[in-house]
């Protein structure tokens, strides 16, 4: 017989993002992810100014509001046939890279870490043989005996208290916690530590769009001046301050981030065999270096994977009508040409309907619609999208730089390729690609700098910008990779306002509900014989889910809209 | 979105008055970890936030929260939000002064950009408020070299 466990919310992607599970003899029998909430952008955006749709999609979610923007502005200049300047390139790359910096650190280390480190176990540690361990795995100056004794008297201080805080709805103590005390110590260390270092990196932001949040953007190029002597502009102080971030934020990725990474996996190699899911990849592609129509010289490059066979990779083409196509048999939505069909994002509604029970409710009606997200599929697939994908297409493609890093962690590991296909692989591969996207940072910082001093200070086209030059119809598609993968708008503009804007966003691939086949999502596939070894503490659950990087943080503090405390977890009968 | 964005329309009208030199208004957006460094700069911290607390919408209460439980309920849809802030804040023991006004609001669902009247309404009451606390806080006076702040969420 199995027990349907509800995790509530796990996280509050699009709003609160909940998962019903069967369990039965210790393992997940079946999944239904389900978004509980629904913000509607679409609706807000339609008649408005093209050139203004960035600032409100930059709202539509608080971790991902660069990102957004950005793909914005893309599908606008698509749209109207703009091709921005090279500076206007480099700088929306940079800022790219540093996203990826300080989302991928903040998730590894706030959001995911304590899904496998046991904080309270760390103030077991002996301080001393934590910082010899921490010296074997890295150069990080911060690693002397004194420092981790330090953090284990104040962490020790905060426990005893009582108000654990920021730490108070971890499992901790639970058996599926494998570290060893020291290991739990650095990383509780290196928590402390990058919560410091991130407000660092999102400097860049502030520099080049700013201010941050929110960072500004500009249909035609950045918004940004340059002028290397003007106190008021980007000039050469900021320039060089930008490139200290950089280096520093990579100097913490190499010397922190990845050795963390790399010894907290070595304990965890069975998670190399749980948790794949689908099997199938899609990624858009990013980080363009000669214009964004130009997808063969992307740094991310584009492409799907089918049935984990890397050696075939596929193009993707998102204009396409029969390619990307967004389904709504499980969803509370309703199409006026009927229900069965799938729209293809130019052509997409987004006509709410709840059809679920009232609350408050035990279950939801699984077998129906259960969820505010659409399902999207790729030619029908139901695909994974993040950086495992990533990381994958990129290997598969043979690119260099993706096969150094991905063969010497497969080697450091002492595990086969197939591991990647996991939760592991996907924790995993969040890191290599940080360390990647901190290297291009620098590279495409100076690139920028000789730009500039080669003369050319060109941050925007603002020849297309005054709307009597656009013609009356246009169609465009802006796509992007944002930290938890693809995410494209579509938009179609008429008589220069907007008649129809769609998001598909990484969280609808990975989250959405059930398609019209009952062909699962990521989510719903990779939790399939998850194992729970207790259902009341359904860590193996949060490890799994977390490894996705739902776009909003699974915050750990969980409170109900009536106030009441809630337990995230329910277990009900079969 | 909606009546869950009066944090945002208080910071418009804010920076449009004339404040003390020291005070800052700054449109926090979903309050995650990057505005660390604010509070941590920042002696005194007055934050805007939209509650769905079950109360009469437009009610207004100013609390003082030192831990994260003291935040009242679904504070709006944020994703690493202040509660997780204020909770890093006090691990790191940096913890501002922390003045927050909470607005009761009837829904997060609805849609569109705009207040709802209700809501609408109560903005120049908060502002006076927050006028109120700065004019209160005497630091912001002896010590014009430490900025004040007032983020709004």
Known sequence: ?574 | MGDEGIGVHVAKQLENELLPAGVDVLDGGTGGFYLLEYFEIYKHVILVDATLDGNTPGTIRLIKPRFASDFPPAMSTHDIGLKDLVSALQVLGKMPEIDLFVVSIHSIQQQGIELTPAIAGVVPDIINKIRCLVALDESIFTEPTIENMIAID
């Open chain 1, 1 to 574: 017989m199995s027990k349907r466990i509800v995790v509530d919310p796990i996280t509050r992607i699009e709003g609160h993002l909940r998962i019903e599970a069967d369990i039965e003899n210790g393992k997940i029998k079946d999944a239904f992810s389900s978004g509980t909430m629904v913000r509607l952008l679409e609706e807000i955006l339609q008649g408005r100014d093209p050139r203004d749709a960035w600032a409100f999609v930059g709202r539509v979610c608080g971790v991902c509001t660069s990102i957004h923007s950005l793909t914005s502005v893309r599908c606008v200049e698509d749209a109207l046939d703009i091709k921005i300047p090279p500076n206007a390139e480099l700088v929306r790359n940079i800022m790219f890279c540093a996203q990826y910096m300080h989302d991928h650190v903040v998730h590894f280390y706030h959001l995911h870490a304590m899904d496998w480190v046991d904080v309270v176990n760390a103030l077991k540690a002996d301080p001393k043989k934590t910082s010899e361990l921490a010296q074997s795995i890295s150069h990080w100056p911060k690693s002397s005996t004194g420092y981790f004794s330090d953090i284990q008297k104040r962490i020790g201080k905060f426990v005893a208290s009582g108000q654990l805080g920021i730490f108070s709805n971890g499992y901790w103590g639970h058996k599926a916690y494998k570290l060893p005390a020291e290991v739990n110590l650095i990383g509780l260390a290196h928590y402390l530590e990058a919560l410091e270092w991130q407000k660092e990196i999102v400097k860049i932001h502030a520099i080049f769009g700013g201010k941050n949040p929110h960072p500004n953007y500009l249909v035609g190029g950045m918004a940004c001046a340059i002028n290397l002597d003007d106190v008021s502009m980007i000039n050469a102080e900021r320039l060089a301050y930008v490139g200290q971030l950089l280096q520093d934020g990579k100097d913490f990725i190499e010397q922190v981030y990845i050795p963390d990474l790399m010894a907290i996996a070595s304990f965890y190699k069975d998670w190399g065999a749980i948790g794949g899911g689908l099997g199938n990849y899609l990624v858009y592609g990013d980080l363009p270096t000669n214009g964004y129509r130009d997808s063969s010289a992307y740094k991310f490059p584009g492409g799907a994977i089918l049935n984990k066979d890397v050696s075939k990779i596929y193009e993707v083409d998102l204009r396409k009508d029969d390619e990307v196509q967004e389904f709504i048999t499980h969803s509370w939505y309703e199409y006026a040409g009927g229900n069965d069909q799938g729209l293809h994002p130019w052509k997409g509604e987004s006509k709410v309907k709840y059809s679920g029970p009232k609350p408050p409710f035990d279950h939801l009606e699984t077998d129906k619609k259960y969820s505010y997200l659409k399902t999207p599929r790729w030619k029908g697939n139901a695909m994974e999208v993040g950086p495992l994908a990533r990381v994958l297409v990129g290997y598969g493609l043979g690119r260099e730089d993706f096969k150094e890093v991905v063969d010497k962690a497969l080697k450091d590991l002492n595990v086969p390729i197939t591991a990647l296909f996991s939760t592991l692989g996907r924790t995993a591969a969040r890191g290599l690609e940080s360390t990647l996207t901190a290297q291009w940072g620098l590279d495409f910082y100076n690139q920028l700098l000789a730009n500039i001093k080669a003369g050319d200070t060109r941050m925007a086209d603002m020849s297309k910008f005054d709307p009597a030059t656009w013609p009356k119809s246009a169609f465009g598609v802006g796509h992007t990779e944002a930290p938890r993968g693809a995410l494209a708008h579509w938009i179609n503009i008429q008589d220069q306002k907007i008649a129809n804007y769609q998001l598909v966003v990484p969280t609808t691939w990975n989250a959405s509900p059930r398609d019209s086949k009952g062909g699962m999502s990521a989510y719903e596939a990779a939790l399939i014989d998850t194992p729970v070894s207790d259902e009341t503490q359904p860590l193996e659950i949060l490890r799994t889910i977390h490894s996705f990087d739902p776009c909003m943080a699974c915050s750990v503090h969980l409170y109900d809209e009536e106030g009441k405390t809630i337990n995230r977890v329910s277990v009900l009968g079969d």
